[in-house]
């Protein structure tokens, strides 16, 4: 069978043959006039992605020179780090003359690709993208139609312009600090599997661990899924160890507020009877009694900057791809255990 020319267009026929589906029932899931399988519905939308096509309404919105609008989707957008984030994406889009379209993916991979594939139908002129796994679905099917994809919070292996924070070192240094202060019982709690943000600040955790001679123990890295109920069940567990920690790392500020929670119900208070820190600072957080040692990521610069990136992609989409990571900085407080500061 010959191959498509470059320039032939994909047709629905391309999806469903590749989908192993009915061109109805492609029809269906991209028009929802329908309900479908999720397990279809997630072929279709992989299909799609891999033959290129765009849906007419998508077509004719890239043939408009009006367009001025930047998607953005990311998931948990009540998340306080988030909500900054979008911040400075909307103020630096906003003073470039763009408009702002959310789109929640809730970190799951089929809603990714209908989000991105929605905002694509909105008629967005760049898609900022915080992804949930690898995003190769949703952003292999922005670049076939040509619109710049922005990723932001979470690396990823796509040759696209990305923006995020260091997590290695940083969270080696929360725990470095928590060593210096006599703990040897230093539990971590991990977001959601599947995230870079979450593997790489396990990293490092164990790197703190190792750079003060702490050995590993698997019972103290805590399944936290990046939630407030999440982390509150993974401090009871670590609780009941027959050995708890004396010092916690929370890996966002959402399992910071679902840890406190549990170590009040359980009686506990911070620092005296549990240091804790997290990565992950917000505006109230110097408001705790005692206030939260944390690392503070920079969410207003960091949407700021996807803005800039967008905007440089629009005019000249054939620079060359771009990967800045920022540093973070160490708020140091008492929520560790130390005295409190001034200034």
């Given amino acids: 069978m010959a191959g ?27 028009n929802k006039t329908r309900p479908v399988a999720d397990a279809t519905a997630r072929a279709v ?21 009006g367009y001025g609008t930047i998607g953005l989707a990311m998931s948990a957008l009540s998340n306080p780090y988030f909500s900054n984030v979008v911040h400075g994406i909307d103020r630096h889009a906003s003073a470039a003359g763009y408009s702002l379209l959310l789109a929640d993916t ?21 898609i900022i993208l915080a992804p949930s796994g690898d995003g190769s679905t949703a952003i292999h ?3 076939q139609v040509d619109i710049p994809i922005i990723v932001i919070d979470r690396f990823v292996a796509a040759p696209v312009d990305q923006i995020a924070v260091d997590n290695v070192e940083p969270t080696a240094v929360l725990v470095e600090h928590l060593a210096s202060l006599g703990h ?6 991990t977001g959601r599997k599947g995230l870079s943000t979450t593997t ?28 407030e109920d999440g982390a509150a069940q993974a401090v009871r567990r670590l609780l009941n160890l027959p050995r ?12 910071t507020i679902g840890s406190m929670r549990a170590l009040r119900d359980a009686g506990l208070s911070v620092p005296a009877d549990m240091a804790l820190v ?66």
């Fill in 244 to 255: 708890p920690p004396s010092a916690i790392v929370a890996g966002n500020n959402r399992m």
């Fill in 4 to 30: 498509r020319t470059p320039r032939q267009t994909p047709t629905m026929s391309d999806v469903a043959r590749h989908a192993g589906v009915s061109v109805s029932t492609v029809s269906h899931v991209l």
């Fill in 106 to 126: 809730h970190d799951v991979h089929d809603r990714e690709v209908k989000a991105v594939s929605e905002l694509l139908r909105r008629r967005v002129s760049a």
């Fill in 45 to 65: 939308l992989d299909a799609v992605a891999h033959t290129g096509y765009v849906p007419d309404a998508v077509a004719r919105a890239l043939d408009n020179s």
């Fill in 278 to 343: 997290s990565f992950d600072d917000f505006e109230w957080a110097d408001l705790f009694q005692p206030r939260l040692t944390a690392i503070a990521q920079p969410a207003l610069s960091i949407g700021e900057q996807a803005v800039e990136m967008a905007l440089a992609r629009i005019r000249d989409p054939e620079l060359a791809p771009r990967k800045v990571t920022i540093n973070p900085a160490f708020t140091h407080r008492e929520s560790c255990g130390c005295p409190s500061r001034t200034g």
């Fill in 200 to 227: 790489e600040r396990l990293a490092g955790y164990r790197t703190g661990l190792a750079r003060n001679g702490i050995g590993p123990d698997a019972s103290l890295e805590a399944d936290g899924d990046s939630t």
């Fill in 184 to 189: 040897t019982r230093i539990a971590m709690l």
């Fill in 141 to 143: 099917y922005a670049r």
